[in-house]
């Protein structure tokens, strides 16, 4: 009866359907670890003393690998909500005695979570995305900041995820026919883990990566663009800093808009001629018109839809469908650069070629193993106060 008031949520389906919680990451190396986590807040203008005495709500913190970072800068209270219980089972083992005692878990879905304070840090990292709900999430999220605190949470559309998205079409193609879980994550690694060995900076265990990227239904939701974001939160919120930066600010401090909302559109503007530069890491191309990207954005819609209907009705037209939108992605994209339209081309090959074997994915089309989409990228924005 209480369950029915929830949104369908596609992670907690998932994750609670096969008790996993699969974002752990390899921090054997743990010193490094520290040190990308701090690098990532401070691209986010975030130092360790930012979180030192403040109080901290993370929001959906998993197995709370990142959580273990931030709780080592001595925010006067951290709060996690998490409600997967393997998560909370995940974050209990993780953290020691010593950090233990510096923690409060709510295992509940921030829906539920009712606090009777507010907090000067909120992060919610890699969750909004996928889920349907999100104006409800940001609006929760927004009740649960102090004016002038800072939000820290992810953006993925479906320019960034593309990528990703046709690894889901291969990986359903590879194991439709398999009946366990298990099993099926094994083939994915088979398949993909060479893909996964071109990213110098991959630390998550593989078979996360695989069971959260490659099954479930939480990515067909990736539609939360930085765009969306800003157009979200724009009225009270102003743009802090994203990771990557994918924004310059030339504009003299003393003629900068006070309010949000203007102060937000120039970066904004930006962000509608540089999209294209989402779809492929490693590659950066000059600005480009906005009606072009507008068109970019509209095709990966279409073979993210594509996509869904294959995995989910198994609905055959979506081959011949994709194999079009491929098509008219390489003439969209064709001032870019050949790593992009090659593995676009590959994708068209494997497809007309059902060419649908772990050993041809693992191995055979070198521009599709190395194409990565920059996935989610990580915004702050500080809350402003009405003076
Ligand atoms: C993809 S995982 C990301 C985990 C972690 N933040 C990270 O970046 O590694 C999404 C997390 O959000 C949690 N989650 C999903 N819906 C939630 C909700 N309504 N409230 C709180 N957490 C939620 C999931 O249980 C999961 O731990």
Redesign the pocket.
Known sequence: MYESSYSK?D??EH?TKHNI?P?RQNIFDIKSHILRRASLYRTLGLLPSSFTGKKVLE?????G??SFVNVQWNPSKYVL????PT?VLHIKSLFNEQYNSKIEIVNK???DFFPDEQFDIVLC???IP??KNKEQ?LTKLDSLLKDEGVLVITCADEISMFFEIIRIFFAHKLTKDLNGFDEKIQVAINAFGSHLDTLSGFNRLKEDWCA?SLFGF?HFNYDFSLKKCAMFLGDKYFIYHTSPNIFTDYRWYKELPLTPKEFNQHLIDQFDMRKHNLIHYQVITPDREKERNEELLNLCKQAMLEVYNSVKYDDSDAEKKLIDIIGMMQKNLVDTDLKIINALKEIQEIIENKDYTVKAINSKYMCLISAFGRGQQYISLCKSKNI
């Open positions: 949520n992670y907690l994750y919680s974002v929001v959906g913190p998993g197995s690998f990142n909500v998490e409600p997967n998560g879905r921030i829906e990292e890699g969750m996928g889920l999430i959260d939480a």
